[in-house]
Each structure stands twice: as C-alpha cells, then as structure tokens.
C-alpha cells in the first residue's frame, strides 16, 4: 500500500516529487526537544535481546574516529525480530528521531555502522538458520545469515570442496557489511565484486518489511540493497554463489620502477588472460628502504643473488601482485603456465618473488598481519583509508601528481592499485563506478598514531588525503570514492551523479522516513521539524 503511493507520487514528478523530498530531507535542527530513550523501546515486547546497557562496543568502528553511544542494541535471533523493531520505529512516523543501523563487524572506516541516540542491530548475533549448502547441480550455493563472517563460510565451503568466488581482502568482515559496499578485491576482474556473486537476498526494508529478491523476484530492491551503503533495507540472508575450491595457491609478486610499463601489464593481464590468472592486485612503494627483505618472510626470490643487490630507497615502485590457484596434480602444468606469462611481463627481473601457499593462508592474509598488530597494540589506531576508484584516462594524471608530489612515503600503510574492468559487472546495483569500463582501485589504507605530531600522526594524515581529494576534484579526473564518505547532501548528490534520482526514487520507495544506516549521513533521519522549505527547494533546483 505504502510502496504503491510512493510510486505514484514519483510519477507525479516534479513538483510532488520534490515536496516529499523535503519531507524526506526534514532535519531537526534542534533534536533535544525529543527523549533520547523513547518509552515505547522499553515498554514494546521482543522475541530478540533488546539491550539498554553495556552499548559502547557498538559505538565505535575499525575506523575508531567516531564515538556516537547507541539508545540500545537488538541481538537478533530472526528476520522478524529485526522487522519488528523496524516496524516499530517506522509507525512512530514523525514523532521519533530513532534511527537505526546493522552493525556487521564494525569495520566501517567513518562512523558508518553507528546510530548516535538510536538502535544498532547487532547482525553477528542472528545465526540461525546456519549454512544451508546446495551443492546438486552446476550452480552451488550457500545460504547464509548476513551476520555471518566471510571466513566462517570459506572453512565451512572447504568442507564440501567448495568457495566462494569473489572476495575482500580480509575475511573477518560480515556478508551483509560488504554487500553493502561492493566487496572489491583481486578476483574482481574475472568474477565482478561480490554484489556480483550473489543470487538471492532477503531484505527487511525501512518500513519493516520482509521481502525476498532476486534478479527475478522485486528486483528493483535486489539492486538498491547491493551496494546500497544500508539505505534501503537491511540484509538478513543470503545466497552466496559458489566454485570447486583449489588446494594451493601460486603467489607472485615483482616490481616495477616504470609506471607505464607496471598498468600496460596490469591491463593486459586482466583483459586478455582472463584464465590465465586468478587474482590480481598491485601497490605503490614510496620511499621504503630494505622492501625485498620484509617479503623474504613469505616469499622466495626466483634470483637470491640479483634479489640481495636490489635497492629501493628513495624510489618510487610498482609491485604487481599476482595469484593462480592449482590442485596438486596439476602442479607441472601450472609452472609452466606461469613462466610462460611471466616471461611476457617487463617488471624488474631481480624482483621477482614466488610463494606457493594453501588456498586458505592466501585468502586469510591479512588476519597474519592483523595478529601481528594485535601482539603489539597496533590493530586499534584511527584508521584514516581513502579509496578511490580512478578511471583509466585519468589514471597517469593521477599517479603522476599523487605518488610523485603528494604522498612522501607508504610507511603508516599500504597503497593498492589495480584495475578492473566492469563491462561484465552486474548492472543497475547501488555501487557507484567511474564511467569508463577499466578504473583503478586506489586504496589508501594508512594508520595513525593519536599521540604524534609527526607524518604518522592524525593530522598529517588527513592533510594528505585532503590534498589528494582536492586535487581529483580540482583536476576533474571523474574519479568516484569507493567506501564513501560525505558530510553534506550536495556532497552525496555529486558523488551519486546520474544515479541521484534512482537513489531518491528507492529511499522513498523503502526507507522513506531515513531511519537506515544514518551512519552514511546521506539524508538525515525524517521527523516533525520541517525544515525551512526555502532552502531545500533551493538545493534541490540546483
Ligand atoms: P559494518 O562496518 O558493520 O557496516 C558497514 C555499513 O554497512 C554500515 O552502514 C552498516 O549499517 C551497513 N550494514 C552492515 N550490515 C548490513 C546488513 N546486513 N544490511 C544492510 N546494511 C548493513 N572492502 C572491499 O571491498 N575490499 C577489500 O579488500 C576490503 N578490505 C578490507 C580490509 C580491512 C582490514 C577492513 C577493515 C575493511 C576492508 N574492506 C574492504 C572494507 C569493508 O568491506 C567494509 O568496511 C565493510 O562494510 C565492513 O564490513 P562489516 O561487516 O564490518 O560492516
């Protein structure tokens, strides 16, 4: 009945179009004429664990930026548990300033998984109904919770000799947190994102909804949800598509000195070799003394001799990083497929690095470096990421400026870079990309020590990236944030560009009073205060 008025509302565009976009956009200037811990959330009977004590956990993200407390916390055992306290939310209309967020893993880098004075749905907490495994036919899958890490999943997958296809760098986040966003990494150019790899979610929409998608069933909402930042509903299952999993795992990495040379192979081997690789990333070293040493751990240089007498201070290098997976018999055909493709790449031949790794240590990584962090109280600073997808007319314009005058060294973290092509991406998801088919991820993952006033410290950090930001935005490189993170609507309309009338058009049809993720500070949280309409009718005639 709602959604149906919705639509006919935005058939009636523009005038009563932009009318219910002020009331979408109304903000309260002054919110403390409202209770903070609304009556009702105390009073209204739950089937999950509604929590008003022990909240700060939830009150701060991987990012540790942010400290916005929580009203309470849902630990959710079903789908109907969330839509209840959703429902609820919704039909105290304008009344409410509640807003409420899923928390996946909390590693959102700017706040994103926070509901300052609302409720945070805690979604590690709902597990059942567990993995359900469909492995009959050419198309297995898993159905999972969104609450479920992408690492529990691989281990269970590996049971039944199956994986997932695509993946993030890091696994201990949660299905339902990278959907979200995209889940972008190496495998991404064969495989497309994780959006890409899905073929079912169940979604409890902004008005307490309870819908199933699919391509073929509501897929307007299928797509809003993927790469939706949360903004229309929240994910609570999924159907993951799954792939015969490998044992093992070639890993290689080289460098480049030559930028040209370093995204020429890059591209070739992402168009061209599709099968013959699967996964591929890079990283920018700047400035990084003794580098060969520090993979010596993991990696065997192909050439000792030549390796030991490699130097890299004071330069600027392009390490491309490479993965093929193989089963065991298939060992000599492997090697001789990879020198083969090796043998056409013009990367340094000192630097050459090959590591041959189960197919588990190569996916779970990160999770060594994290425990190394970990042992020395390094895995809690700010992190301060900037990620930016950087089409690929632009991207020597890019470099040229960015690694060679604004970023001094990668010491507080690494910089990744590599391409992907999105002509067999999924189309008509949320997730906002460069125009052009081939973009470059561009990741800058730094840390900060709070207490330094130095180049590691917080500020240092964040000139730099705003002079990176302010650079893309001067040169207009077209360049789009991944992970994105604005502080005004105009800031969002420009980001979502063409796409801003289809993000308006689903906020209203599915979350219309914007309670969703306010984390993402898109469209602030609708109630009775009605904003001055002037000025909203200004912003949105711009
Ligand atoms: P949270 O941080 O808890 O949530 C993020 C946002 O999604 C919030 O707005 C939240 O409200 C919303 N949300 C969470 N769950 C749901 C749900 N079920 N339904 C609807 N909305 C929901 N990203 C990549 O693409 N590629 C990478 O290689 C990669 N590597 C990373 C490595 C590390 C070490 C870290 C910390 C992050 C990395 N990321 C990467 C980013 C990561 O994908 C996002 O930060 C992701 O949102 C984190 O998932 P989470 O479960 O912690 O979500």
Same mark, same amino acid.
């Given at each position: 009945?709602?959604?149906?008025?919705?639509?006919?509302?935005?058939?009636?565009?523009?005038?009563?179009?932009?009318?219910?976009?002020?009331?979408?956009?109304?903000?309260?200037?002054?919110?403390?004429?409202?209770?903070?811990?609304?009556?009702?959330?105390?009073?209204?009977?739950?089937?999950?664990?509604?929590?008003?004590?022990?909240?700060?956990?939830?009150?701060?993200?991987?990012?540790?930026?942010?400290?916005?407390?929580?009203?309470?916390?849902?630990?959710?055992?079903?789908?109907?548990?969330?839509?209840?306290?959703?429902?609820?939310?919704?039909?105290?209309?304008?009344?409410?300033?509640?807003?409420?967020?899923?928390?996946?893993?909390?590693?959102?880098?700017?706040?994103?998984?926070?509901?300052?004075?609302?409720?945070?749905?805690?979604?590690?907490?709902?597990?059942?109904?567990?993995?359900?495994?469909?492995?009959?036919?050419?198309?297995?899958?898993?159905?999972?919770?969104?609450?479920?890490?992408?690492?529990?999943?691989?281990?269970?997958?590996?049971?039944?000799?199956?994986?997932?296809?695509?993946?993030?760098?890091?696994?201990?986040?949660?299905?339902?947190?990278?959907?979200?966003?995209?889940?972008?990494?190496?495998?991404?150019?064969?495989?497309?994102?994780?959006?890409?790899?899905?073929?079912?979610?169940?979604?409890?929409?902004?008005?307490?909804?309870?819908?199933?998608?699919?391509?073929?069933?509501?897929?307007?909402?299928?797509?809003?949800?993927?790469?939706?930042?949360?903004?229309?509903?929240?994910?609570?299952?999924?159907?993951?598509?799954?792939?015969?999993?490998?044992?093992?795992?070639?890993?290689?990495?080289?460098?480049?000195?030559?930028?040209?040379?370093?995204?020429?192979?890059?591209?070739?081997?992402?168009?061209?070799?599709?099968?013959?690789?699967?996964?591929?990333?890079?990283?920018?070293?700047?400035?990084?003394?003794?580098?060969?040493?520090?993979?010596?751990?993991?990696?065997?240089?192909?050439?000792?001799?030549?390796?030991?007498?490699?130097?890299?201070?004071?330069?600027?290098?392009?390490?491309?990083?490479?993965?093929?997976?193989?089963?065991?018999?298939?060992?000599?055909?492997?090697?001789?497929?990879?020198?083969?493709?090796?043998?056409?790449?013009?990367?340094?031949?000192?630097?050459?690095?090959?590591?041959?790794?189960?197919?588990?240590?190569?996916?779970?990584?990160?999770?060594?470096?994290?425990?190394?962090?970990?042992?020395?109280?390094?895995?809690?600073?700010?992190?301060?990421?900037?990620?930016?997808?950087?089409?690929?007319?632009?991207?020597?314009?890019?470099?040229?400026?960015?690694?060679?005058?604004?970023?001094?060294?990668?010491?507080?973290?690494?910089?990744?870079?590599?391409?992907?092509?999105?002509?067999?991406?999924?189309?008509?998801?949320?997730?906002?990309?460069?125009?052009?088919?081939?973009?470059?991820?561009?990741?800058?993952?730094?840390?900060?020590?709070?207490?330094?006033?130095?180049?590691?410290?917080?500020? *240092? %950090? #964040?000139?730099?990236?705003? !002079? =990176?930001?302010?650079?893309?935005?001067?040169?207009?490189?077209?360049? /789009?944030?991944? $992970?994105?993170?604005?502080?005004?609507?105009?800031?969002?309309?420009?980001?979502?560009?063409?796409?801003?009338?289809?993000?308006?058009?689903?906020?209203?049809?599915?979350?219309?009073? *914007? %309670? #969703?993720?306010?984390?993402? !500070? =898109?469209?602030?949280?609708?109630?009775?205060?009605?904003?001055?309409? /002037?000025?909203? $009718?200004?912003?949105?005639?711009?």
């Amino acid at each position: 009945m709602f959604i149906s008025q919705a639509n006919i509302l935005f058939k009636l565009k523009p005038l009563v179009f932009k009318i219910a976009l002020l009331f979408l956009l109304g903000i309260t200037t002054n919110r403390n004429h409202l209770p903070t811990n609304p009556p009702s959330l105390y009073t209204m009977p739950f089937f999950g664990n509604l929590s008003f004590h022990n909240i700060n956990h939830a009150s701060k993200d991987f990012g540790n930026r942010y400290h916005l407390i929580p009203t309470a916390i849902l630990y959710p055992n079903s789908t109907s548990n969330i839509a209840h306290i959703i429902k609820h939310v919704f039909n105290l209309g304008l009344t409410s300033h509640l807003t409420v967020a899923a928390r996946g893993h909390g590693h959102s880098l700017e706040g994103q998984s926070l509901a300052p004075d609302g409720v945070v749905i805690h979604m590690e907490s709902y597990k059942s109904p567990g993995m359900a495994f469909h492995t009959g036919d050419h198309y297995p899958y898993v159905d999972v919770s969104a609450g479920e890490l992408w690492i529990n999943i691989l281990h269970e997958s590996l049971k039944r000799g199956l994986s997932p296809k695509s993946w993030t760098d890091y696994l201990h986040l949660t299905v339902g947190g990278t959907l979200s966003n995209a889940g972008i990494s190496g495998q991404a150019f064969r495989h497309g994102p994780q959006i890409n790899n899905v073929y079912r979610l169940r979604v409890v929409t902004g008005r307490g909804d309870v819908v199933t998608c699919s391509d073929e069933q509501n897929a307007d909402l299928f797509n809003a949800a993927l790469g939706g930042l949360g903004q229309f509903g929240i994910i609570t299952e999924a159907r993951i598509a799954l792939e015969p999993a490998p044992a093992k795992v070639k890993w290689i990495r080289a460098l480049y000195s030559d930028f040209t040379a370093f995204t020429n192979d890059q591209e070739r081997l992402i168009s061209s070799s599709r099968d013959a690789l699967d996964y591929l990333e890079g990283f920018v070293v700047i400035n990084r003394t003794r580098l060969l040493n520090s993979w010596r751990s993991s990696f065997n240089p192909k050439d000792p001799v030549q390796a030991e007498q490699f130097t890299s201070e004071g330069r600027v290098l392009f390490c491309l990083e490479l993965a093929k997976y193989f089963n065991l018999e298939d060992v000599g055909e492997i090697e001789r497929e990879v020198d083969s493709l090796l043998s056409e790449l013009s990367f340094i031949r000192s630097t050459l690095f090959v590591s041959e790794v189960s197919y588990v240590d190569f996916l779970d990584r990160v999770h060594v470096s994290e425990m190394k962090l970990r042992e020395n109280n390094l895995w809690d600073m700010p992190h301060l990421w900037l990620n930016l997808l950087v089409p690929r007319s632009s991207i020597y314009g890019f470099a040229k400026q960015v690694f060679h005058n604004i970023v001094e060294d990668t010491s507080n973290g690494p910089v990744l870079i590599y391409p992907v092509d999105k002509s067999r991406w999924k189309n008509g998801t949320s997730l906002v990309t460069p125009e052009e088919d081939v973009f470059y991820l561009v990741a800058f993952l730094s840390s900060a020590v709070p207490s330094s006033a130095g180049k590691d410290g917080l500020d *240092a %950090i #964040l000139t730099r990236n705003r !002079r =990176i930001v302010k650079f893309i935005s001067e040169s207009n490189l077209r360049v /789009k944030q991944y $992970l994105p993170h604005y502080n005004t609507t105009q800031e969002w309309r420009e980001h979502f560009g063409a796409k801003w009338e289809i993000f308006l058009r689903r906020k209203m049809l599915y979350d219309p009073l *914007a %309670i #969703l993720a306010p984390g993402q !500070r =898109i469209i602030p949280r609708a109630n009775a205060k009605i904003p001055s309409s /002037k000025n909203n $009718l200004k912003e949105l005639n711009k």
